[in-house]
C-alpha cells in the first residue's frame, strides 16, 4: 500500500447523527476502512448559501475541534489538514485514528447548525494479551479455571480456542474461558488463536496445572517370594504437586539399606527387597502425599503361592471325564491342592460345591508347578465349574479364576473359547481370603488334620467362604 495511494471506501452507512439533514449535505456519511499508514479524505460538502457564500465548516472529534474553516489559526492535530473544499485529510493513520468525525456546517439564522458524522475504521491484524499475564494457572481440583485471550484488532477479532490439538467448545464468552477442573486430565496447553482476516492471526499459550490428591494404582498387589529371593514391589503414583512417596512395613516407615531399596522412575516407586526372610513376609504400604492429601495403596509380600491358572489345554476325556491341567507359580515345592467344583445349572442357579484334595505328586521346586487331574464320574450333558488352590508350606493360595466345564466332547461356550476368561461372578471369587488363614498358621491349617475331617474343612470354609454358601 503506497502511503500516497488514497483509499476511499465509501459505504453507505445511513443517517447516524439527528441533526443531519442529507438536504444540506452534498456528501453523504461514511465509514472509511483503512490500514495504517493509509491517507484518508473525509468529505464535507454543504450546499452553498443563497447569497452564494460557502458555510463555515467546523470538524469535530471526541468533541475536540479539529479544524474551523472560518478560523485559520486553529492549527489541526499533526497528520490531519483540512482542505480548501472542506475534506478532512488524516494521513499515516493509526490505530487511534479509528472512530467518529463530525462535520458541522454554520449557517446564519434561521437555518443554523446541520452535521454530518463520518467514520474511520483502521483496520490491523489480530493481537492477544493472555490472563493470566504469566501463561501458567494453576488450581485445586474440582475449582473453577478461568483464563482468557484479551484480543486487540479490527476487525474485533474471532477466538478460538483449543488443548491437546482438540477445538473446545464454547459455552461463554469467546475470548474467556471458564470451566471446572473436573479432571485432573484436563491439565496441558491450552492455545487461543485470533483471527480477524487482517494479517496473521495471532496466538496465545496457557498452561494449566491442576492440583490433586495423589492417585495410587498398583498393578500387582500381591507379590509371590521366597527367601533368598529377591522382591521387587511397585506403585504408580500420579499427583500434582509431585508427591513424596514412601514405603512403610508394619506401620513403620521402611529404614531403606542396600537390602531395601527404594526406586522411583518416572511415576513409578519401587521397593526393591534383596534376599528376601520370612521376617518380610507382610504387608507393605505405599504412601504418597502431596500439599492435597494423602494416599495409600497395600502391596502384600508374601510366600504363598501365586493363584493357579488353568491351562487350555484341558479337555474332556469321555462323556463323564475330564482332564484338567493346571500351572502355580511357587519358589516353594506345592504340598497339595484343593480343588473345587459343583454344578450349573441351565437357570444360572449353582449347585453346592465339592471338594477334593490332590497331592502335589511331585517335590519340584519350581517356580512353575504343573499338575494334571483326571475328574470321573461326571454326569453327562451337564455344565460344571471349577477352581484350585495351591498350598506350599507358607500356607493356602488365594484361588483361580473360576474354570468353566463340560464333559460333553463339544465346547459349550461357543462365544467363549477361551473358558478361563471372565465370568460374571469372577468379582465374588477374588474377595475369596484363604490367604488369611494361612497368614495365621504359616505351615498350614490342616498339619495333623485327617483329609476327610469334614466337620474341620466346613468350619473352615464358614469362617472364610461365605459368599459361596449364599451364591
Ligand atoms: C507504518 O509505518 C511505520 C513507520 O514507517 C512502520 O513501522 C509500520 O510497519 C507501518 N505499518 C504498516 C501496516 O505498513
Ligand atoms: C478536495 O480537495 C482535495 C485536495 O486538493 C482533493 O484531492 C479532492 O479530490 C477534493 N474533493 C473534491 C470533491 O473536489
Ligand atoms: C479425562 O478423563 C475423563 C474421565 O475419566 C474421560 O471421560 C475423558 O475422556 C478424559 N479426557 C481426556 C482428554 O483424556
Ligand atoms: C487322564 O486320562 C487320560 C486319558 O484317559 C490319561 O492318558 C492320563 O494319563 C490320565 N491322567 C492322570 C493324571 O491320571
Redesign the pocket.
Known amino acids: 500500500m503506497t502511503p500516497l495511494s488514497w483509499i476511499f471506501l465509501i459505504y453507505i452507512a445511513g443517517c447516524r447523527a439527528s441533526a443531519t439533514s442529507s438536504r444540506d449535505f452534498k456528501s453523504y456519511p461514511t465509514t472509511v476502512k483503512t490500514f495504517e499508514n493509509d491517507t484518508v479524505l473525509l468529505p464535507c460538502y454543504v450546499e452553498e448559501l443563497e447569497d452564494g457564500s460557502k458555510a463555515r465548516v467546523r470538524w469535530w472529534r471526541k468533541g475536540k475541534l479539529l479544524a474551523d474553516s472560518g478560523e485559520p489559526t486553529v492549527s489541526p492535530p499533526k497528520r490531519v489538514r483540512m482542505w480548501s473544499n472542506q475534506s478532512l485529510e488524516v494521513h499515516h493513520v493509526q490505530p487511534e485514528d479509528s472512530g467518529e468525525y463530525v462535520c458541522q456546517a454554520s449557517r446564519p439564522a434561521p437555518q443554523g447548525h446541520v452535521t454530518q458524522v463520518h467514520e474511520i475504521e483502521v483496520m490491523y491484524p489480530p493481537s492477544v494479551q493472555i490472563v493470566p499475564e504469566s501463561g501458567e494457572l494453576e488450581v485445586n481440583l474440582g475449582e473453577e479455571v478461568d483464563m482468557a485471550c484479551k484480543t486487540t484488532g479490527v476487525p474485533v477479532p474471532f477466538v478460538t480456542w483449543k488443548s ?1 490439538s ?1 477445538e473446545i467448545p464454547l459455552l461463554y464468552d469467546r475470548w474467556r474461558l471458564r470451566f471446572h477442573a473436573d ?1 485432573h ?2 491439565s496441558g496447553r491450552y492455545t487461543c488463536t485470533a483471527t480477524n482476516g487482517v494479517g496473521e492471526p495471532a496466538i496465545g499459550y496457557i498452561d494449566l496445572r491442576i492440583r490433586y490428591k495423589p492417585e495410587i494404582q498398583v498393578e500387582k498387589n500381591w507379590i509371590h517370594a521366597s527367601p533368598g529371593i529377591r522382591a521387587d514391589l511397585s506403585c504408580k503414583v500420579n499427583a500434582w504437586p509431585e508427591a513424596k512417596v514412601d514405603w512403610y512395613f508394619k506401620n513403620e516407615k521402611i529404614v531403606y539399606s542396600p537390602r531395601m531399596m527404594k526406586f522411583t522412575t518416572g511415576l513409578l516407586n519401587r521397593l526393591i527387597i534383596k534376599n528376601v526372610r520370612v521376617s518380610d513376609f507382610g504387608e507393605y504400604l505405599c504412601r504418597a502425599s502431596n500439599s492435597l492429601g494423602i494416599t495409600e495403596a497395600i502391596v502384600e509380600l508374601s510366600g504363598v503361592a501365586n493363584p493357579a491358572v488353568f491351562k487350555k489345554e484341558s479337555h474332556s476325556i469321555s462323556k463323564t471325564a475330564y482332564n484338567f491341567i493346571w500351572e502355580v507359580d511357587s519358589y516353594s515345592p506345592i504340598i497339595e491342592y484343593q480343588f473345587w467344583f459343583r454344578w450349573r445349572y441351565p437357570d444360572g442357579t449353582r449347585g453346592e460345591w465339592h471338594k477334593l484334595f490332590i497331592p502335589s505328586g511331585s517335590e519340584a521346586v519350581g517356580p512353575v508347578h504343573a499338575r494334571s487331574f483326571n475328574l470321573t464320574g461326571l454326569v453327562e450333558a451337564t455344565h460344571y465349574e471349577a477352581l484350585v488352590l495351591s498350598r506350599n508350606r507358607y500356607g493356602w493360595s488365594r484361588s483361580s479364576r473360576l474354570f468353566k466345564f463340560s464333559a460333553e466332547s463339544s465346547p459349550y461356550d461357543e462365544d467363549n473359547d477361551d473358558r478361563i476368561g471372565a465370568i460374571p461372578d469372577e468379582k465374588s471369587i477374588s474377595v475369596v481370603q484363604l490367604t488369611s488363614m494361612s497368614q495365621h498358621s504359616p505351615y498350614g491349617i490342616y498339619n495333623g488334620a485327617s483329609r476327610l475331617d469334614l466337620g474341620k474343612l466346613l468350619s473352615i470354609f464358614l469362617s472364610g467362604w461365605c459368599i459361596y454358601l449364599i451364591v
Do not use: D, L, P
Request: glycine share 0%; hydrophobic share 20%.
Open positions: 491437546k482438540e479432571n486430565n484436563m
